[in-house]
């Protein structure tokens, strides 16, 4: 009898264990669940954005689908967390899929978000169900400097060093004032500068740095999954090169932008909201 009682003060001990485990897992994002349906839908905002720049997409989709809202940790007002790099949010972001037995989710990403995207579903070729990339690039350095090569073990100390230097209204001048190159509806300018204002300074420093050293173009060649590729209207002229960018990924489907800038969302919405409608009806 002694024998067994051990035995199931050693399993009770284990349990406790997971059960503590799961409650203090923590991940480099806070995350918002909506929604209801059998596939999920992961939204990942782009760099210093809330997870509140998928509010018009969402409501066209959480009919259908669960969705899951992240906002990465340190920016817009999310507490930072230590080690940001663009690898350990994407390694976050692929363990939350796995911790949670998510089938196979679409994953939506904006700008640094669409990265994440791309860097997952290479990665992770089994894990995602489907990408879809709003106004990212695999490497958005090589763009003006086709010489690109990612550095190994990148200092990104002077950068954090000079967003961190600045005080609170020079570093809302610059967000005011680099914005509407971003931005054509003036009606979410405000809103958007705020969330780049409410970040940590060092997050924003290390992971705009990170973000700037990636280069994602041979890695997409692992990817297996369904991809849409969104861009801004103005990447039409600069076809050819994303072309060489994205040669490696065999499952793309681009489609250009008829107006607006880098938030494709808010810019150009209706276009946007048929290109996704689209795709997730799509076998």
């Not at 050693?10 to 897992?25: D, G, H, I, M, Y």
């Not at 995350?31 to 760099?47: C, D, E, N, S, Y």
């Not at 050293?213 to 041979?218: E, F, K, P, S, W």
Request: charged share 20%; proline share 4%; glycine share 4%.
């Amino acid at each position: 009898m002694k024998k067994y009682t051990i035995v199931i003060i050693a399993f009770l001990f284990s349990v406790l264990c997971l059960n503590v485990f799961a409650q203090t897992k923590s991940y480099p994002f806070e995350v918002l669940k909506t929604g209801k349906g059998k596939q999920a839908i992961i939204f990942i905002p782009g760099f210093a954005s809330s997870g509140e720049v998928w509010n018009e997409t969402k409501a066209a989709f959480e009919k259908d689908f669960i969705c899951y809202t992240l906002t990465m940790a340190g920016f817009a007002g999310v507490k930072p967390q230590p080690d940001s790099s663009f690898e350990n949010w994407k390694t976050g972001i692929a363990d939350y899929i796995k911790d949670n037995k998510i089938e196979k989710p679409i994953v939506i990403g904006h700008s640094m978000g669409g990265g994440l995207a791309l860097a997952l579903a290479s990665d992770y070729p089994d894990l995602i169900g489907k990408i879809v990339v709003v106004d990212a690039l695999p490497c958005l350095a090589a763009l003006s400097d086709t010489s690109f090569k990612s550095k190994e073990n990148n200092d990104c100390s002077a950068t954090v060093n000079q967003m961190t230097s600045m005080n609170e209204t020079q570093f809302y001048d610059m967000q005011k004032q680099m914005m509407p190159r971003l931005l054509q509806d003036s009606s979410k300018l405000e809103t958007v500068v705020s969330w780049s204002v409410k970040s940590d300074r060092t997050t924003f420093g290390q992971m705009y740095c990170d973000f700037s050293n990636t280069d994602l173009r041979n890695r997409i060649a692992q990817i297996k999954c369904p991809s849409l590729i969104l861009l801004e209207s103005y990447f039409i002229n600069l076809k050819p090169a994303i072309d060489e960018q994205y040669k490696n990924l065999k499952t793309a489907d681009f489609k250009y932008a008829t107006k607006g800038l880098h938030f494709i969302m808010y810019d150009d919405t209706a276009w946007y909201l048929e290109q996704l409608k689209q795709f997730l009806k799509s076998k």
